[in-house]
């Protein structure tokens, strides 16, 4: 093979054919604005064991970019890079030519991280600030360095960082993989449609790897979840959007893997572009992906990836050297002014990309197109994404990678979701980011919470929650669809948890219970835990449906975590992020099917009665609207300044009602254009065609009485109870006359229906013309 001059664009590994069409080679460009020389080191595996075949210099260019066309390459080249430079932490260099580095821009890591005093750029000191000497593989020994000066007052403490390393890590360091980039050739699901959308927020390994009828040899990975019987679950639900942790190739932190855990979630990439190998039951990562976004599409359910771009995984100054810190530390992170020895950290992972540079956002901003148009993904959740919009003067929804994204014509379609905040300087930021961003809205979460453990004063609040968060994200152009409402996340106390634990209990992390919430705004009703206590049993499950019943019956986009359907259980762990085992997996074997059911009753409705797909918000308490929202007392009284205003009320009913005319037709005729959701109508149910629903919400810890209000025009003179949150009273199918007292038992949630066809097959028939 020969080294040509080659091509600084595109960055990364790219295979190059002759115009005849035959291949010519591959072209490697890698972006280092104050490196002074780049090597790209070519490895075989033979006998068990990675070895060098060949070292090539790259061209510098007036770019930044060394780059090289290797005739004789092709497909399948392992490679990774030697980047030469100053060691200069004080001054943010940080380069290391011993350390064997990864492309930012590989599609595919080969071999396996292997943790150890090697994969540190800098030497390790002793408690004299004295170089221990270089522990280069396993077993070396680590006596200081006979004759080193002893380091100077003030310059640090052990472990400190001034000294480069000499140990070659490459032994110990994945490879990146050249590999061809073929367009994702699957069935695409409209884009630009964002209405009525139920999220189903998962982790690909935790959601298949204890499920039946998923053979084991594909169980946590990317073919695991495009097997049929997942499909079908997922299908069966109701779900749309599957929203995946990560799956960027991650790393564990050090300190997990020194007291023998791992890095569960994922929020640690090492590549923007590379799936996680781990997830891939073949040797094909990439197919393997692509097959099971096939397989989603093919169900009517889009894909949305969540993305870390906010740090990466080698941490703060004393992390390992992966890849951007020995490429150009400089460039590649935010750094402290005063002393570029250390990391601005508001990622509170160690680190943060410098989202200011542009080459930052180029590497970005063509992940972004990568996973679209190469791997087929719909859309995209940024963590922290604070951290993405924070310039020089602070937090801006003008930052260069909100313009950069908002105006690629290959991205116009994404569904875009942030979570509005980080640690660092002004990270609470929900609702102020650019119009085309849904956001994780965690003011819903709260007040729902709160509302439903039964704390007080909450009536306004909830209301707007209820009815979409208009306060949070009406002043940008955005409607309901744009917050996203949870009562549970990854992050946190699963549902059936949050009904059982009032304190986290978080021992198995190791941290002594120090990590994850510690205000959760949750209730154990009557004893921590596990309980065989009949009636805490009942409360607890009547909490859980009051809490789904409210996320999936109200405005704005709901997102449902994986497993809240059937009541799984973290044994009390609100941050999970270390349990790769049984306690952060889903436990399939506790399936409560009543609680599933219910969740696919509550889904059906929400898609069928035409409540839930507005753009707009609406500002009337009148019921001459399209999709008017009415609340009332439980007097059945419109509610006035005065009832908002009874701080100890814990009672509140919502009306939504509509009429036929153009503004509802068109909708409608919207519904029925949606071909590619998936028909999950429950067998043997009608859909349900109703004129208005009202919703009695009842936190109060004794049983009460609902005085229910006049339907609006045309929809009749009585209501039918659709569903219920105390067990079995739905199945009545009663009826209830206006006026009439409804009889509610404490923390308690009703739906009721009046003017149309109903959902249950036993209410065939049934009209209130």
């Not at 890698?30 to 064991?49: D, I, K, M, W, Y």
């Not at 990774?80 to 100053?86: D, E, L, N, S, T």
């Amino acid at each position: 093979m020969q080294m040509l001059t080659g091509k600084p664009w595109p960055l990364g590994s790219t295979l190059v054919h002759a115009a005849n069409g035959d291949p010519e080679g591959v072209n490697f460009a890698l972006f280092s604005a104050h490196a002074t020389r780049v090597e790209l080191c070519l490895f075989e595996f033979q006998n068990g064991q990675w070895r060098e075949s060949g070292r090539f210099e790259l061209m510098p260019s007036s770019q930044q970019v060394f780059h090289g066309l290797l005739q004789g390459g092709g497909e399948g080249l392992f490679y990774g890079y030697r980047v030469h430079g100053p060691y200069q932490p004080q001054e943010g260099h940080r380069f290391n030519p011993a350390k064997l580095l990864l492309d930012p821009y590989a599609r595919a890591f080969c071999g396996r991280w292997q943790y150890g005093p090697w994969q540190l750029g800098y030497a390790r000191v002793d408690e004299q600030g004295r170089p221990l000497a270089a522990v280069c593989h396993p077993g070396d020994a680590e006596p200081p360095v006979p004759g080193a000066p002893k380091r100077e007052s003030g310059s640090g403490g052990i472990g400190d960082d001034l000294w480069a390393d000499p140990c070659d890590n490459a032994w110990a360091m994945p490879k990146c993989q050249v590999v061809a980039d073929t367009r994702f050739t699957g069935k695409r699901l409209p884009g630009g449609q964002w209405r009525n959308e139920v999220i189903y927020e998962m982790h690909l390994k935790g959601f298949t790897a204890a499920m039946a009828g998923i053979p084991p040899e594909l169980r946590g990975t990317f073919a695991g979840l495009a097997h049929p019987v997942a499909i079908a679950y997922l299908k069966s639900l109701g779900i749309t959007c599957v929203e995946l942790l990560p799956v960027h190739a991650f790393l564990s932190e050090p300190f997990l893997l020194e007291s023998g855990r791992s890095n569960y979630w994922g929020y640690n990439s090492i590549g923007f572009f590379a799936p996680h190998g781990a997830y891939s039951a073949s040797d094909d990562a990439i197919g393997e992906f692509k097959q099971m976004v096939s397989a989603l599409h093919d169900a009517g359910i889009k894909l949305v990836l969540d993305v870390v771009f906010n740090h990466s995984a080698e941490g703060n100054r004393q992390g390992p050297t992966v890849s951007f810190r020995g490429l150009d530390n400089l460039s590649y992170y935010r750094l402290h002014a005063a002393d570029k020895r250390f990391y601005i950290n508001d990622s509170g992972c160690g680190n943060c990309l410098d989202i200011s540079h542009p080459r930052v956002v180029q590497l970005l901003m063509d992940s972004l197109r990568y996973w679209v148009d190469i791997m087929g993904v719909d859309g995209f959740r940024f963590d922290l994404a604070t951290s993405l919009g924070r310039e020089m003067q602070g937090f801006s929804n003008r930052a260069g990678l909100f313009d950069a994204l908002l105006q690629d014509p290959e991205l116009q379609q994404c569904v875009l979701i942030a979570e509005p905040w980080d640690i660092g300087p002004g990270g609470y930021q929900l609702g102020q980011f650019p119009n085309r961003f849904a956001e994780w809205n965690d003011r819903y979460r709260d007040t729902l919470r709160r509302f439903w453990r039964g704390d007080a004063g909450l009536l306004p609040e909830l209301a707007r929650r209820l009815s979409g968060s208009g306060d949070l994200f009406e002043h940008s152009g955005r409607g309901p669809q744009s917050s996203i409402n949870f009562i549970c996340s990854h992050d946190g106390f699963t549902l059936r948890d949050l009904v059982s634990y009032r304190e986290r209990h978080n021992q198995a992390n190791g941290e002594n219970n120090r990590d994850g919430h510690h205000e959760n705004f949750s209730a154990n009703h009557g004893v921590e835990g596990e309980s065989k206590d009949a009636a805490i049993l009942a409360l607890r499950a009547r909490q859980s449906r009051n809490l789904l019943a409210s996320l999936l019956l109200s405005q704005g986009t709901p997102m449902l975590l994986a497993g809240d359907e059937f009541g799984n259980s973290q044994s009390g762990n609100n941050n999970a992020y270390c349990q790769d085992n049984p306690l952060g997996w889903l436990d399939w074997h506790r399936e409560d099917t009543e609680l599933g059911a219910f969740v696919r009753k509550l889904i059906h409705i929400r898609r069928d009665c035409g409540f839930y797909d507005s753009d707009d918000y609406i500002h009337t308490d009148a019921l001459q609207a399209p999709r008017a929202l009415a609340w009332f007392a439980a007097s059945g009284e419109a509610m006035t300044p005065g009832h908002w205003g009874e701080v100890q009320c814990r009672s509140l009913q919502l009306m939504q009602s509509r009429q036929l005319n153009k503004s509802l037709q068109r909708a409608e005729s919207h519904q029925l254009s949606k071909s590619h959701q998936p028909n999950m109508s429950p067998q043997g149910e009608n859909k349900l065609q109703t004129e208005a629903l009202l919703i009695l919400l009842h936190a109060g810890d004794s049983n009460s009485h609902f005085c229910l209000p006049s339907p609006p025009p045309g929809a009749g003179e009585q209501w039918q109870l659709l569903l219920s949150s105390e067990a079995g009273r739905d199945e009545q199918q009663s009826c209830y006359p206006t006026a009439s007292s409804f009889a509610v038992a404490a923390f308690s949630f009703q739906l009721l229906a009046a003017g149309g066809r109903y959902l249950s097959s036993s209410a065939k028939g049934a009209s209130h013309d």
